[in-house]
């Protein structure tokens, strides 16, 4: 049935996007501590 290939589309969809957010939450951290690094860095040479 046309709507049961939908829904399957949106599922996997939603699947890829989850996958995706997981991947972004995972660099946060570390791209926060290398920008404080790196303004830690810049006062330290003014």
Do not use: C, R
């Amino acid at each position: 049935d046309n709507w049961d290939s939908i829904g399957d589309d949106f599922a996997d969809m939603l699947s890829n996007v989850e996958h995706i957010s997981w991947h972004i939450d995972s660099l946060k951290k570390p791209l926060e501590i290398l920008a404080q690094y790196s303004y830690s860095e810049s006062n330290n040479t003014e």
